[in-house]
């Protein structure tokens, strides 16, 4: 059992960065691909990134560029680093962590074990 918490989210102008931080309790994220999806209101949630345990990661097309996913194993850490932010990117932003292989980079939030509760970023134009 693995407990995760979010933090770093707030109100930020269009063109600003926020680092987005989730941190492990309970087990190790290195036993974990470590993931972050976000949400809008009305719409499904979408995967935004993920570093495989190994360290490979991915990121959704639309924030390719923009965005960098990143972990600290002796933190017990992930991060999501975001800049260039835009009005679109407002969302609830959750992390999660799914016990997988140590290159797999899974990518359906059905695929994870694990979730945090989300912290809410809002992006202003």
């Known amino acids: 059992q693995v407990q995760l918490v979010e933090s770093g989210g707030g109100l930020v102008q269009a063109g600003g960065s926020l680092r987005l931080s989730c941190v492990a309790s309970g087990r190790t994220v290195s036993d974990y691909a470590m993931g972050w999806f976000r949400q809008a209101p009305g719409k499904e949630r979408e995967l935004v990134a993920v570093?495989?345990?190994?360290?490979?990661?991915y990121c959704a097309d639309s924030m390719k560029g923009r965005f960098t996913i990143s972990r600290d194993n002796a933190k017990n850490t992930a991060y999501l680093q975001m800049n260039s932010l835009k009005p679109e990117d407002t969302a609830v932003y959750y992390c999660?962590?799914?016990?997988?292989?140590?290159?797999?980079?899974?990518?359906?939030?059905?695929?994870?074990?694990?979730w945090g509760q989300g912290t809410q970023v809002t992006v202003s134009s």
């Open positions: 570093i495989s345990r190994g360290g490979s990661t």
């Open positions: 999660a962590a799914a016990v997988s292989s140590y290159v797999f980079t899974p990518r359906r939030s059905g695929e994870y074990d694990y």
